[in-house]
């Protein structure tokens, strides 16, 4: 007689909180756009991630607006365990889709499995004493951070590229110009948006998620059970978690030991509790279909086949301490000496234009999470991902290009997606008169300086109601040529002259950046 | 470790033969001809086009300015008086109306055309039968922002206009009969390929031109580096009214931003007018909105070099004028 298989209820259910968060996230990216009326904004996706709101307020010394909201996770977590990790975090679900591409099994040792997993203490702990020390690195190994960079400056601009690329294809090949072209339009001014975004170095970006993520072929949730901080957090508050496992008339068989893709199941079938993500694969393995997950019992609290943790899980030998301690210099040194030269320092970040309003250049790097909202939302594309130009502490803070695009008038989203507040809130009125930086006319690449011709183009576009670009006039072979000067008192450095400037392939006119406030 | 190094040592030192070498070379480079042809295959080359032929339309008058405190009664008493929206617009045209909303400002600082002029021409583009009536232009600021902000997006959307932002890539290359510095510039083909083209701009200051017009607000469908035109402005306006040839010129002088034009953005700026000016001649609505202004008929060099080329008239005593009573 065949057996009917199980309905797996509860990985299902899985499944279904997986995608629901991850089309939920997707979705609030999504909708960082312009006029910015989601139903939700996307300071929430970091406001709910203990590792960003608790470092960067250690670091900065200041309580961040989200704190309650993470400490809300954290107490969740005290409860249900590790749920977010299996059932929430999209960069998790994206790897449970890479792992599930290699099938053969990858059985490690307990032994293997525990120093694994203490990597990420490391970690933590590294990032805990960069916090201490005020420098904020939690940005580089946050898992939020590097799904929503991802998702912002990957994964949304090339599916709306090749949208529009599609439709103009077939429109122009097929002179579909009727119903087809109102459709595309419909699209564009609902969905889609007008432009299609670029991101400069947006590949290396990529490349990072793709490392993360495709660890997972080698080695089931290998960032998440070896590497990721956050989930070391997790990690810690869950030890004491009241849901639990329980097992019943345990076969010896080792099924739920191979299966478990955190490595979280020991050779006697019992487990650590705080590295299970309770993706219930081992309640439906279970050929005697023994194991359980319940709330504590307060009646039975000795449970014959799940012996206690091993003695050293989790602790830290002195000589690891050490080795902790040494390998934190650098991030000591690097600050000392920033403190020593100061002003060259200074000097070599002011050469980038900062988001209007942004923090003095030494606190936004250490306020910014390169959570990438502030690109996304950018209306013009304007603010891009800086690479190495501000140092190794400036990688993917935004910067302003005004070659790609300029920064709006009267435009005050990215301030109001900063989930850290290193870009800060601005009125329009306010932010009208914060200065970016401020425009240098080069007069021998000028049209109207140097070849005597009709241009004014910067002028022209100068949103600033009184002008921050002024004209001289000069009467040239009998003809009046007007010349732009800009106005260094009135002038906020916006771009929109250096990016409407016909001048190639260095513009005439060029901003040159403030430093922050 | 030692094993991947192992491997990535035999990975580099294994043997290729001749054949095996030439396979993959020809197979690679067949995909990348593959691959060129059907993106050339995808994507159509952009047309050549010769423009929109000019149509002889008689009004009743050769220019007519309606004054009173509402934009939207004031064109509709203009229009009227010209002859009507018939004279312009035949049963199942398609119509486009070019307004000036290419700045991120409110219509109370006057840098873009009033949303009320567009709502009237659009109602009576409707009531005389047109089957389409599109609105767009390609503005300097964000389209979004521009759209929006100016009021005419809502406006012409209520009266039924499809007002879209335009794609660039929907362009024809412009071609002259003569010699033309606007040669092969890129134009919106939604502009060139209409039954009737209405060009309605906003009587404002720029810091070039002196003023900006309806010669050259129909820098608004252009593409490209627009930044280009300044030079020459005057002959490369001329050209590219004559290839448009609007049919309609209505002028929204109801505001008439003084100074630090074309974006302005300083209410202590503008003067009110409370005036609409059509006339189906660009070049004489330009002549005349400029004396709106206390300018020359003569002072925009772009209208200097249309009556140097008998591309219009620019003589305001001399023409057929009709103010509407109030």
């Not at chain 1, 090339?158 to 599609?166: E, F, H, N, S």
């Not at chain 1, 009125?429 to 000028?446: F, M, N, S, W, Y």
């Not at chain 2, 209409?194 to 003023?211: M, Q």
Request: charged share 20%; net charge positive; with cysteine.
């Amino acid at each position: 007689m065949k057996k009917k298989k199980p309905l797996k209820k509860l990985v299902f259910a899985r499944w279904a909180s997986q995608l629901f968060f991850l089309a939920l996230f997707v979705y609030i990216l999504w909708s960082t756009t312009y006029p910015l009326k989601g139903l939700f904004s996307p300071e929430i996706i970091f406001k709910l991630d203990p590792l960003v709101v608790l470092f960067a307020s250690l670091s900065e010394r200041v309580l961040l607006p989200g704190a309650v909201l993470s400490l809300v996770m954290l107490a969740l977590t005290l409860v249900l365990g590790r749920f977010f990790c299996g059932w929430v975090c999209p960069l998790g679900t994206t790897i449970d889709w890479f792992g599930t591409v290699r099938k053969r099994k990858n059985l490690l040792s307990d032994a293997v499995n525990r120093s694994a997993r203490r990597i990420k203490f490391f970690l933590l702990v590294a990032v805990a004493l960069s916090a201490i020390f005020g420098i904020q690195t939690a940005w580089i190994l946050d898992p939020m951070a590097i799904a929503a960079r991802f998702v912002s400056l990957n994964l949304i601009p090339t599916v709306t590229l090749l949208t529009q690329k599609a439709f103009e294809a077939a429109i122009t090949r097929f002179e579909l110009y009727g119903v087809p072209y109102d459709l595309y339009r419909a699209l564009q001014s609902s969905i889609l948006g007008v432009n299609a975004y670029y991101f400069s170095s947006s590949g290396i970006i990529f490349v990072f998620f793709l490392a993360v993520t495709a660890s997972a072929i080698a080695l089931p949730r290998a960032w998440c059970r070896m590497l990721c901080p956050l989930g070391a957090i997790y990690r810690l508050t869950a030890g004491k978690a009241l849901l639990a496992r329980r097992i019943e008339g345990c076969l010896d068989c080792g099924i739920c030991k191979s299966d478990c893709r955190m490595g979280a199941i020991r050779d006697d079938a019992g487990y650590v509790k705080g590295e299970c993500i309770l993706c219930m694969d081992c309640v439906y393995d279970c050929p005697p279909r023994g194991t359980r997950f319940g709330f504590l019992d307060s009646r039975k609290p000795k449970k014959t086949s799940c012996p206690p943790e091993e003695k050293r899980s989790g602790k830290i030998s002195r000589g690891e301490f050490l080795f902790l301690l040494v390998s934190a210099i650098p991030f000591l040194g690097g600050r000392r000496k920033r403190a020593r030269s100061g002003k060259r320092a200074e000097g070599f970040a002011n050469t980038l234009i900062r988001p209007p309003g942004a923090l003095r250049e030494e606190k936004f790097v250490d306020y910014c999470v390169r959570c990438g909202n502030c690109m996304k939302v950018c209306i013009t594309n304007g603010l891009q991902p800086v690479t190495l130009e501000s140092g190794a502490r400036g990688v993917w803070t935004p910067q302003l290009v005004p070659e790609i695009g300029y920064c709006e008038y009267h435009c005050t989203l990215c301030g109001n997606v900063c989930p850290t507040g290193a870009i800060p809130k601005l009125q329009p009125e306010i932010k009208q008169r914060t200065p970016l930086g401020i425009a240098v006319v080069d007069r021998h690449e000028c049209i109207a300086w140097d070849r005597h011709e009709e241009c004014i183009v910067c002028e022209e576009h100068c949103p600033v109601p009184t002008k921050a670009i002024k004209l001289e006039e000069e009467i040239y072979n009998g003809k009046k040529i007007l010349k732009p000067v800009v106005d260094k008192d009135l002038c906020i450095g916006c771009g929109l002259c250096q990016h409407v400037c016909p001048v190639r392939p260095v513009r005439a006119i060029c901003v040159r950046g403030a430093g922050g406030l | 470790m030692e094993d991947l190094f192992y491997r990535l040592e035999l990975f580099l030192k294994r043997q290729v033969s001749r054949g095996k070498f030439l396979k993959v070379f020809l197979g690679w480079l067949a995909v990348f001809i593959a691959e060129n042809r059907f993106l050339k295959m995808a994507f159509a080359k952009t047309a050549e086009s010769e423009g929109r032929p000019k149509r002889k339309i008689k009004g009743n008058y050769d220019l007519v300015v309606s004054e009173g405190p509402d934009s939207y009664q004031n064109t509709i008493k203009a229009i009227e008086a010209l002859g009507g929206m018939g004279l312009f617009v035949k049963k199942g045209a398609v119509v486009v109306i070019k307004p000036n909303m290419g700045w991120d400002r409110t219509p109370e600082q006057a840098a873009n055309t009033d949303p009320g002029v567009i709502a009237a021409l659009t109602e009576m583009c409707y009531k005389a039968g047109a089957k389409r009536v599109n609105i767009f232009d390609i503005p300097c600021n964000d389209e979004r922002r521009c759209y929006e902000n100016s009021g005419i997006e809502k406006a012409a959307k209520e009266k039924g206009a499809y007002v879209y932002f335009a794609n660039q890539w929907n362009a024809v290359k412009a071609k002259f009969p003569y010699k033309s510095q606007m040669e092969r510039w890129s134009i919106l083909r939604d502009a060139v390929q209409c039954d009737t083209f209405i060009n309605v701009p906003v009587l404002k200051h720029h810091s070039l031109a002196g003023l900006t017009l309806s010669m050259k607000n129909l820098m608004g469908i252009c593409g490209g580096m627009r930044g280009l035109m300044h030079p020459n402005m005057g002959e490369k306006l001329v050209d590219l009214t004559g290839f448009i040839n609007p049919e309609l010129t209505v002028i929204d002088a109801t505001r008439y931003l003084t100074k630090n034009g074309p974006s302005g953005g300083n209410v202590a700026d503008v003067t009110v007018l409370n005036k609409v000016v059509a006339a189906t001649d660009p070049v004489l609505a330009d002549a005349y909105a400029g004396t709106l202004a206390g300018k020359d008929p003569l002072f925009l060099s772009c209208v200097k070099e249309a009556v140097a080329r008998n591309f219009g008239s620019a003589d305001i005593a001399g023409a057929k004028i009709f103010t509407v009573p109030t």
